[in-house]
């Protein structure tokens, strides 16, 4: 027997009815005193329902309660009940023709989209757009918002491309886009998710084919870049003599692949790869900083601080200092390089070797982040390391971001955000 529902009111009350016709009939034969109004989210099945229980008004306008005794009586108003609702059952079966039908896996409406209490430990970035509010990408449990008000949970389930999400940005529309891990992008337009997967163009990264202008946004990719302007998104590939459009994916990883990109004040683009060093694109060419132990070991953090320097993390080979002419490296002329990391991957303390972020306060210090030593913290003269012994969670430490109070967050691997009061580091939540 095919089951049709519908939304009942009794009494004013809402009541889900989720019965087959026969046992609402059999139910509604029960009933001696009844008031019954059926409603449909179809708008033509409410405007139906309302004319045929406004007739039964006229015809009992003196009474509050209807009583049904005759059993012709009955037997009419049944048959016209069955008949609104089997009316209210096709049109739910078939839909609107004017009604818009989600598409799995490309958008999800924010309706469905989920409240959470607090965010998971693996911090991989984090983000503050226009209005605000705060953006925390993970390393596999999707992307939380907070607007001061609610914690709200996104991941794939909702139209996320990736649940490890490791950049964020917002285009000048206010539209946030995150890119992955896997180097697949979603956006997010205040209402719904959609991905980005199957939109992008490729090309053969040749030197025509390099350009940017002002609101370009900028994406990890396997072999390069991923540039998005009003015409889309196009993959550029860095390796032009083994670049096939036909062939090449911009989600397989090789030695050109990006982890790190930074826009500098004068409009340059700065791209770390995978093992192929520094790329920096002016607008008209690519320029390959590769010398010192720069190349190598992956690229995974790009900083430029209040006096036009840049600064390079590196996984291996540590950090980097570029004043716009000569490139150094700092860990090197620290002394605070791992030697057995580069020969067995062994992490340590007291070192500077594994870099992951970089950042600055409003007092001009330079905080490295390092992903098996903690924090440092450099203040143009003397290095000052933080570790769990000063109340850092982790001494994993994946991201360093400053908000537009001047505040800087630590994004910790396992251990969530950490703050710094000037002394020391406390956990984070919201």
Request: net charge positive; proline share 2%.
């Amino acid at each position: 027997m095919e089951h049709r529902f519908c939304n009942t009111f009794l009494f004013g009350f809402k009541i889900p009815l989720k019965l087959s016709i026969p046992i609402c009939l059999e139910r509604l034969c029960s009933f001696r005193v009844l008031t019954f109004i059926v409603t449909t989210n179809v708008p033509s099945n409410l405007a139906r329902a309302r004319k045929f229980f406004g007739l039964l008004n006229l015809i009992f306008q003196t009474q509050y309660i209807i009583r049904v005794q005759s059993i012709a009586i009955q037997l009419t108003l049944l048959s016209l009940v069955f008949t609104c609702l089997n009316s209210c059952g096709r049109q739910s079966q078939h839909g609107n023709a004017n009604q818009v039908v989600d598409q799995p896996n490309t958008q999800t409406n924010h309706n469905s989209f989920s409240t959470a209490i607090s965010i998971d430990k693996n911090i991989r970035c984090i983000f503050q757009d226009k209005r605000s509010h705060y953006w925390i990408g993970t390393n596999g449990a999707g992307v939380y918002r907070y607007d001061y008000k609610t914690l709200t949970h996104y991941t794939v389930k909702d139209g996320l491309a990736d649940n490890q999400v490791i950049s964020i940005q917002e285009d000048d529309l206010g539209n946030i886009w995150f890119g992955a891990g896997s180097f697949r992008i979603s956006k997010f337009d205040g209402t719904k998710l959609t991905m980005y997967t199957d939109q992008v163009h490729t090309t053969r990264g040749t030197e025509a084919e390099w350009n940017s202008e002002i609101n370009d946004l900028w994406f990890y990719a396997g072999g390069g870049v991923i540039r998005y302007n009003h015409t889309g998104l196009t993959y550029l590939p860095f390796d032009e003599s083994h670049s096939n459009p036909l062939t090449i994916s911009p989600f397989a990883l090789s030695r050109f692949g990006v982890y790190s990109i930074l826009k500098d004040k004068s409009g340059n683009i700065w791209f770390g790869t995978q093992a192929e060093g520094v790329c920096k694109f002016d607008g008209k060419k690519l320029t390959w900083f590769k010398e010192k132990g720069l190349a190598g070991p992956a690229v995974l953090g790009l900083f430029e601080d209040s006096k036009g320097n840049l600064w390079f993390g590196n996984n291996g080979a540590g950090l980097f200092k570029y004043d716009g002419k000569t490139l150094t490296n700092f860990t090197d002329e620290k002394r605070l390089n791992n030697a057995d990391f580069r020969v067995s991957g062994k992490s340590g303390l007291g070192t500077m070797a594994r870099v992951y972020a970089i950042n600055e306060d409003n007092n001009g210090n330079i905080w490295v982040g390092t992903v098996d030593a903690g924090v440092w913290k450099y203040d143009g003269t003397k290095l000052t390391n933080y570790t769990t012994k000063d109340g850092l969670t982790s001494n994993a430490v994946n991201t360093i971001f400053k908000d537009k109070n001047g505040e800087l967050w630590f994004g910790t691997d396992s251990h969530g955000i950490c703050k710094f009061n000037g002394s020391s580091f406390f956990e984070f939540s919201m």
